[in-house]
């Protein structure tokens, strides 16, 4: 991952950090909506609260008996991250201008105005900040390289990844999916290609120090192929999941048709599409390039190939 970028980043993350540390109680909940803002305004900061929330959404409940006055206690560290992630998100949404003061008091009874709001930072926003720090290094940001890794491709390499599809079909799925391995090369990600498992052979699968990996799969999509062809690449990629042991896999597709693909699933705050089965979360990348021949204003009605959460996975009864 680029280090330029990284240090940015994290500077930035510090200084509004601080910033939030130095409000008292009555400007505080207006500062902490502020700094919720940035932290969703960044794709990167964003993807890794995604991330955090798809594991562990249990902790939702959690957060909804400590802002109702309950004080549970947690077991593990990555349940105490998620729950205040969760915290802060519920408080920023609240109408009481001081709940955070509220929650703070709970938890130290002898506390007054500023200092429940103290009690607040020390018990939800440090550890959700020393956990986004953390993360910025690590690979479970990848969800936000491969949006990185869509724009470079429809906005400046359309006409020449067509071109290599074009130039040989038969390869042309390979070929394209080098492009991906070389640009995560080029942000430093460490993978293996095409490693074998119990289900066949994923794409690429990182090799990364930490216990997580990156599970991800490339297919190509055209008119001919129809909507089962992405119903089994989804299968596909969940297996993989499975098969070594991930909590997220992520479907990439190089769309060369003209009708656009919709995955009208429940979870898509920041527009990739993702689904989440049996502790098993897949995204779903679309990248178009398709080369348009006609205008936008000549195109006519907007056609779409749409596949829903009950078409990919069929409950038995």
């Given at each position: 991952?680029?280090?330029?970028?990284?240090?940015?980043?994290?500077?930035?993350?510090?200084?509004?950090?601080?910033?939030?540390?130095?409000?008292?109680?009555?400007?505080?909940?207006?500062?902490?909506?502020?700094?919720?803002?940035?932290?969703?305004?960044?794709?990167?900061?964003?993807?890794?609260?995604?991330?955090?929330?798809?594991?562990?959404?249990?902790?939702?409940?959690?957060?909804?008996?400590?802002?109702?006055?309950?004080?549970?206690?947690?077991?593990?560290?990555?349940?105490?991250?998620?729950?205040?992630?969760?915290?802060?998100?519920?408080?920023?949404?609240?109408?009481?201008?001081?709940?955070?003061?509220?929650?703070?008091?709970r938890y130290d009874r002898?506390?007054?105005?500023?200092?429940?709001?103290?009690?607040?930072?020390?018990?939800?926003?440090?550890?959700?900040?020393?956990?986004?720090?953390?993360?910025?290094?690590?690979?479970?940001?990848?969800?936000?390289?491969?949006?990185?890794?869509?724009?470079?491709?429809?906005?400046?390499?359309?006409?020449?990844?067509?071109?290599?599809?074009?130039?040989?079909?038969?390869q042309g799925e390979k070929?394209?999916?080098?492009?991906?391995?070389?640009?995560?090369?080029?942000?430093?990600?460490?993978?293996?290609?095409?490693?074998?498992?119990?289900?066949?052979?994923?794409?690429?699968?990182?090799?990364?120090?930490?216990?997580?990996?990156?599970?991800?799969?490339?297919?190509?999509?055209?008119?001919?192929?129809?909507?089962?062809?992405?119903?089994?690449?989804?299968?596909?990629?969940?297996?993989?999941?499975?098969?070594?042991?991930?909590?997220?896999?992520?479907?990439?597709?190089?769309?060369?048709?003209?009708?656009?693909?919709?995955?009208?699933?429940?979870?898509?705050?920041?527009?990739?599409?993702?689904?989440?089965?049996?502790?098993?979360?897949?995204?779903?990348?679309?990248?178009?390039?398709?080369?348009?021949?006609?205008?936008?204003?000549?195109?006519?009605?907007?056609?779409?190939?749409?596949?829903?959460?009950?078409?990919?996975?069929?409950?038995?009864?």
């Amino acid at each position: 991952m680029n280090n330029e970028l990284i240090r940015s980043l994290r500077y930035k993350l510090q200084k509004r950090t601080r910033r939030l540390n130095s409000t008292g109680l009555q400007l505080f909940h207006l500062g902490l909506k502020q700094y919720w803002g940035f932290l969703q305004g960044d794709s990167l900061l964003s993807s890794v609260l995604e991330e955090l929330e798809k594991k562990k959404p249990e902790m939702a409940a959690e957060a909804d008996k400590i802002l109702q006055g309950q004080t549970p206690g947690f077991s593990t560290e990555m349940e105490i991250v998620a729950a205040s992630y969760f915290v802060i998100k519920k408080c920023v949404a609240h109408t009481d201008q001081g709940i955070e003061g509220s929650v703070g008091h709970r938890y130290d009874r002898d506390s007054k105005d500023d200092a429940s709001v103290e009690s607040f930072r020390s018990i939800f926003l440090e550890p959700l900040y020393d956990y986004i720090d953390e993360q910025l290094d690590d690979q479970r940001a990848i969800l936000a390289q491969l949006k990185r890794y869509k724009h470079r491709c429809e906005w400046f390499r359309r006409s020449r990844l067509a071109a290599l599809w074009n130039a040989d079909t038969q390869q042309g799925e390979k070929n394209l999916a080098y492009d991906l391995y070389e640009y995560l090369f080029e942000q430093g990600i460490e993978f293996s290609i095409e490693p074998r498992s119990a289900s066949g052979i994923a794409d690429l699968v990182g090799a990364q120090t930490g216990p997580e990996r990156l599970v991800a799969d490339a297919k190509v999509f055209t008119s001919d192929k129809g909507k089962h062809y992405l119903i089994n690449a989804f299968n596909q990629i969940y297996s993989y999941t499975v098969d070594f042991n991930e909590p997220f896999g992520y479907l990439v597709v190089f769309k060369f048709c003209p009708e656009d693909i919709r995955f009208p699933f429940a979870a898509q705050e920041q527009s990739v599409p993702c689904m989440t089965h049996n502790n098993k979360t897949i995204f779903v990348l679309v990248i178009d390039l398709c080369e348009e021949q006609e205008s936008a204003s000549k195109r006519g009605p907007l056609r779409t190939i749409e596949i829903s959460e009950e078409e990919l996975i069929r409950v038995k009864q």
